[in-house]
């Protein structure tokens, strides 16, 4: 059973083009979550989605940041026109069940993003 | 020593030691939490887990402490090894997701 794939595990992007980052959950888990994190710092709360659901994306920037999970498919964190702040290690997790249920979450590699 | 779990703050042990980390969180209402360990380059990794109705969970090495009074959390690592050093984050169910705190970086000297 692969864990939570994350791809590309690095990207580099030119100011004003576009990110995509993909997440494929665990086998069986229909819940992803998406975190950021900046160099020394903890992770962020950015979205979390169902599939074809998104069900909480009050940590999304409003602008230029948005999620999808296709009923088919990994999850797409997309950043248009990126910027050298949105430079940062972008984790994806999955679970089964919602986190108010009270379960783990089982988390990705991740995806650093550097914008030159 | 121990450590509060905000800014990233480092706290250096010797191996063999036990360790304490704290973390502050702040939903009264979460009911589960998590101590992850992230290591360089790599994503967080399950330690331990706990719910509300207890104040205590042991695992092998490991124990988390909960105190819903001043809403505090505790891991302790017992006899630390290098291979235990890393970042630790405590995370709390938040609504529908898990929020982390900022974490702490613990380093074992040999």
């Known amino acids: 059973n692969a864990g939570v794939m994350q791809n590309p595990r690095h990207l580099v992007r030119r100011r004003g083009q576009e990110a995509r980052l993909r997440c494929s959950p665990m086998?069986?888990?229909?819940?992803v979550y998406w975190y950021r994190q900046l160099p020394e710092e903890g992770l962020k709360f950015m979205v979390y989605l169902q599939k074809e659901n998104i069900i909480d994306e009050s940590g999304m920037p409003k602008e230029r940041f948005s999620a999808e999970f296709p009923k088919e498919g990994p999850s797409i964190l997309r950043i248009q026109q990126v910027v050298r702040g949105d430079s940062a290690a972008y984790f994806c997790?999955?679970?089964?069940?919602?986190?108010?249920?009270?379960?783990?979450?089982?988390f990705g590699q991740g995806t650093r993003l550097t914008v030159v | 020593g121990e450590s509060v779990g905000l800014h990233l703050p480092t706290l250096s042990v010797q191996e063999g030691d036990n360790s304490i980390i704290n973390c502050a969180y702040s939903?009264?209402?979460?009911?589960?939490f998590i101590w992850y360990k992230q290591e360089s380059g790599k994503g967080p990794q399950f330690i331990i887990d706990i719910r509300s109705n207890m104040d205590k969970r042991q695992g092998q090495r490991v124990t988390v402490l909960l105190n819903k009074t001043v809403k505090h959390l505790s891991l302790q690592i017992a006899a630390t090894q290098p291979g235990d050093s890393a970042v630790y984050f405590c995370?709390?169910?938040?609504?529908?997701?898990?929020?982390f705190g900022a974490g702490t970086r613990l380093t074992v000297k040999p």
């Open positions: 086998k069986g888990h229909s819940h």
């Open positions: 997790a999955s679970s089964p069940v919602t986190g108010g249920a009270g379960t783990e979450a089982f």
């Open positions: 939903n009264s209402a979460s009911d589960y």
């Open positions: 995370a709390e169910n938040w609504g529908n997701d898990m929020r």
